[in-house]
T-cell receptor
Framework: AQSVSQHNHHVILSEAASLELGCNYS??????LFWYVQYPGQHLQLLLK??????LVKGIKGFEAEFIKSKFSFNLRKPSVQWSDTAEYFC????????????FGTGTRLLVSP | GEEVAQTPKHLVRGEGQKAKLYCAPI?????VFWYQQVLKNEFKFLIS????????ETGMPKERFSAKCLPNSPCSLEIQATKLEDSAVYFC????????????FGQGTRLTVV
């Protein structure tokens, strides 16, 4: 069965600090990888996705993620965070074939102080 | 439409009452997924549909929960005889097709069982 681990449950940063959120998954086959963001009181929005190709993926709002297959990791990065990045961030995977259901990590709550 | 529409936004039910939630997927999307988010983090997959057919129901509780996707109607998730632990935000997501596609999420329905 697939599983996703997000190591940081809460992260507090000052504006302009750099961000890296860890995500590791467990699955033997080919996966699709996603990072979603949930702003307070809102639904999930897709930040970026990886299906294949260049393992460094660029998403919206200056976010990027790197897929390292040997480490089963898909860490999210942003060089300089803003107050508006305060949100909950979820890493998710689904199998490239099969039922397509997303398996989510438990999320990382990011608080950016002005 | 261009977004996943979920109704109602909020639903309050007394223990033992029935709750019914609705989801209209993005036009042209063949797959609908239901997820339950408890305590603002963990997303639990419930059930998915391919058009009006159940695609994967491995996450569906055996008792009290049922779901349908009928032609020309919003999909629905129904909980008979709600319990306190059913309090959660229920998200619906739609997918255009299987494979290399991303899920688009609705705004969610917050169910509170009192």
């Amino acid at each position: 069965a697939q599983s996703v681990s997000q190591h940081n449950h809460h992260v507090i940063l000052s504006e302009a600090a750099s961000l890296e959120l860890g995500c590791n998954y467990s699955y033997g086959g080919t996966v699709n990888l996603f990072w979603y963001v949930q702003y307070p009181g809102q639904h999930l929005q897709l930040l970026l996705k990886y299906f294949s190709g260049d393992p460094l993926v660029k998403g919206i709002k200056g976010f990027e993620a790197e897929f390292i297959k040997s480490k089963f990791s898909f860490n999210l990065r942003k060089p300089s965070v803003q107050w508006s990045d305060t949100a909950e961030y979820f890493c998710a995977v689904n199998a490239n074939t099969g039922f397509q259901k997303l398996v989510f990590g438990t999320g990382t709550r990011l608080l950016v102080s002005p | 439409g261009e977004e996943v529409a979920q109704t109602p936004k909020h639903l309050v039910r007394g223990e033992g009452q029935k709750a019914k939630l609705y989801c209209a997927p993005i036009k042209g999307h063949s797959y609908v997924f239901w997820y339950q988010q408890v305590l603002k983090n963990e997303f639990k997959f419930l059930i998915s549909f391919q058009n009006e057919n159940v695609f994967d129901e491995t996450g569906m509780p055996k008792e009290r929960f049922s779901a349908k996707c009928l032609p020309n109607s919003p999909c629905s998730l129904e909980i008979q005889a709600t319990k306190l632990e059913d309090s959660a935000v229920y998200f619906c997501a739609s997918l255009r097709a299987r494979g290399l596609t991303e899920a688009f999420f609705g705004q969610g329905t917050r169910l509170t069982v009192v």
